[in-house]
């Protein structure tokens, strides 16, 4: 299993876009992305700079139905 990789809230962003992920709307500093095709919600926190803990990426992951190496494939 490949390992999380440690990444910030933007970089993250980026490569759910480049998954078919789209912005859903943005409450302060949390960003909500939907998967039209999947009907997947997941809320990433945008603090800037930052990098992301693992169980919160984990978490967002899961939300999002994406694999650690569909991650790092789209990096």
Do not use: W, Y
Not at 45 to 56: D, Q
């Amino acid at each position: 299993m490949p390992k999380l990789p440690r990444i910030t809230s933007k970089q993250l962003v980026a490569c759910l876009k480049r998954l078919g992920l789209t912005e859903f709307r943005q409450r302060g500093s949390h960003l909500t992305l939907v998967h039209q095709g999947h009907k997947t919600i997941c809320t990433i926190p945008l603090h800037s700079g930052e990098t992301m803990a693992p169980k919160t990426l984990k978490s967002i992951l899961d939300q999002a139905s994406v694999t650690v190496q569909q991650l790092n494939d789209n990096l």
